[in-house]
C-alpha cells in the first residue's frame, strides 16, 4: 500500500475516511448521516468496500449491519498528511539542522539583516 494515504483517495473517499476517524467506528447509516451532500446508501456502501479493498477501511459484522474502523492508526495517517504538506517532513529528519539553525539567536539575527538587504 502506498505510504501517502492522501494521495490514493478521491474526494469522497477522503470525506468517508475522515468520518470514520472522528467517529472511531461506524455503520454505512452513520457515515452517510456525517457526509456533506451525501450520495446514495449503495454508493457509500460501494466505496467502504473500495476502500476497505485499498487497505484503509475494515469492517465487522454486528448483528444484521457492518460496523467500519479506519484500518490505519491515526498517528500513521496524520504523518502522510504532513508528508504532503511539507516536502522537508518526507525526507526524515533532514529538517531538524534548518530548525535548530533558525532557533540560534545570532544567526537569526544575521539572517534578518541579510533579508532585508536583498528586499
Same mark, same amino acid.
Given at each position: 500500500?502506498?505510504? =501517502? ?11 468517508? !475516511?475522515? !468520518?470514520?476517524?472522528?467517529?472511531? &467506528?461506524?455503520? !454505512? ?7 456533506? =451532500? ?18 484503509? !477501511? ?17 498517528? &500513521? ?17 533532514? +529538517? ?5 539553525? +533558525? ?17
Amino acid at each position: 500500500m502506498n505510504r =501517502d494515504i492522501g494521495t490514493q483517495l478521491g474526494r469522497r473517499e477522503r470525506q468517508i !475516511v475522515e !468520518v470514520l476517524y472522528r467517529l472511531g &467506528k461506524a455503520s !454505512v447509516a452513520e457515515v452517510l448521516a456525517e457526509l456533506p =451532500d451525501p450520495p446514495s446508501y449503495s454508493a457509500v456502501r460501494g466505496m467502504l468496500t473500495l476502500l476497505e479493498e485499498k487497505g484503509h !477501511v475494515r469492517h465487522k459484522r454486528d448483528g444484521m449491519r457492518y460496523v467500519y474502523t479506519p484500518a490505519i492508526a491515526r498517528a &500513521k495517517a496524520r504523518q502522510s498528511a504532513l508528508r504532503q504538506l511539507d516536502p522537508h517532513f518526507s525526507r526524515g529528519r533532514q +529538517w531538524l539542522p534548518r530548525l535548530r539553525f +533558525w532557533r540560534c539567536p545570532a544567526r537569526n539575527c544575521l539572517l534578518r539583516k541579510e533579508i532585508n538587504c536583498r528586499r
